[in-house]
């Protein structure tokens, strides 16, 4: 099989695409002919700085594809199923940058009926963390469903993101009335599709004005904001949230440092909660995966320049390319082809 592997980390140069043996699933695992495998930002950070411990790393936390083996003691999953990925490298050398990946069942998801490759290639990582930052905080609720959001109002910080998009479509599933800050019209447009009520261009007057234009919108206050940048965004978030509200942190954009000023903070028993995947408590990745199942089942969950993502695909030999394209900030979600569906 064709896979993209590195040896050493550094800059994009360093994968390579090579010939592999099949993998065998073992007890508990099945095999995916990956179809489409979805590109991260954590794909090129832990490229570029971290190996753990592996000789050789097959990139690709999402993917999706069919099951085409199983190994023992397997239930729930049978040869021809249409799958994605959850956390696929995570702990392990060899990822979806693949065109086979064998996978631990508590891995792997059943595609619901007409969702797309490109849809479930799309969902892991995006979408899992947008759903903990979603359910993260004391006023809401631990799961997602219609309604289960009714009332509360959600800030989402970078909605023309892929998180920052499964965040505004989660949201707006569940019932919220979801708020976004982006930088430009044509982001705005974006977030608009995906399902945001009101957008705030945070460009335009500095962070008193975006609190403003954030506080018009929502008089009483947010829940809760979804945060992706909080070193440069924690004086808005401090004003526009209300009481008890929870800061949701899934990213170090724009700085690694945060301040926190007491007073302003204790004063409104505002929590922070601080979100990455890969340290996750095992139960909330599967709530979350429940919950992600549903929304797509549903029609909630969708991908593409409709729905506020566009798609930049990229064959699996361009794998470098597609990296670079995400550490340069490439709007939508970039997916590796990696066999015909």
Do not use: C
């Amino acid at each position: 099989m064709r896979a993209v592997v590195y040896r050493e980390t550094g800059p994009s140069s360093v994968l390579e695409l090579v010939e592999r043996e099949l993998p065998e699933p073992g007890p508990g695992e099945v095999r995916i002919r990956l179809v489409r495998s979805g590109v991260n930002p954590t794909d090129w950070k832990f490229r570029a700085g971290m190996m753990a411990g592996h000789d050789e790393v097959t990139p690709g936390q999402d993917g999706a594809g069919v099951v085409d083996a199983i190994g023992p003691d397997v239930l729930g999953f049978g040869v021809g199923d249409r799958v994605w990925t959850v956390l696929a490298q995570h702990g392990r050398p060899y990822g979806t940058a693949a065109e086979y990946t064998v996978q631990p069942t508590d891995r792997v998801v059943h595609l619901p009926i007409g969702a797309s490759y490109d849809l479930g290639a799309s969902l892991g990582v995006p979408a899992v963390t947008a759903h903990r930052a979603l359910t993260s905080g004391w006023r809401g609720p631990t799961r997602l469903a219609p309604g289960a959001m009714e009332g509360m109002t959600v800030l989402v910080a970078g909605g023309a993101g892929a998180v920052g998009n499964a965040a505004i479509q989660l949201a707006r599933w569940a019932g919220a009335t979801v708020v976004t800050t982006v930088s430009s019209d044509e982001k705005g447009a974006l977030a608009v599709a995906a399902g945001a009520h009101h957008t705030v261009n945070y460009t335009v007057g500095g962070a008193g004005h975006t609190a403003d234009a954030v506080l018009a919108f929502a008089p009483d206050g947010v829940d809760l904001v979804v945060e992706v940048a909080p070193a440069q965004n924690n004086a808005v978030d401090l004003a526009v949230l209300r009481t008890h509200g929870t800061v949701a942190i899934y990213a170090n954009n724009g700085g690694d440092e945060l301040v926190v000023p007491l007073r302003e903070t204790f004063s409104k028993n505002l929590r922070y909660q601080f979100i990455i995947l890969y340290t996750l408590d095992p139960s909330l990745v599967a709530a979350a995966v429940e919950d992600v199942y549903a929304a797509v089942e549903m029609g909630a969950l969708a991908v593409g320049e409709d729905a506020g993502v566009p798609l930049h695909h990229y064959p699996l030999a361009e794998a470098a390319a597609a990296q670079d394209a995400v550490e340069g900030g490439v709007v939508g979600k970039v997916l590796l082809d990696v066999s015909e569906e």
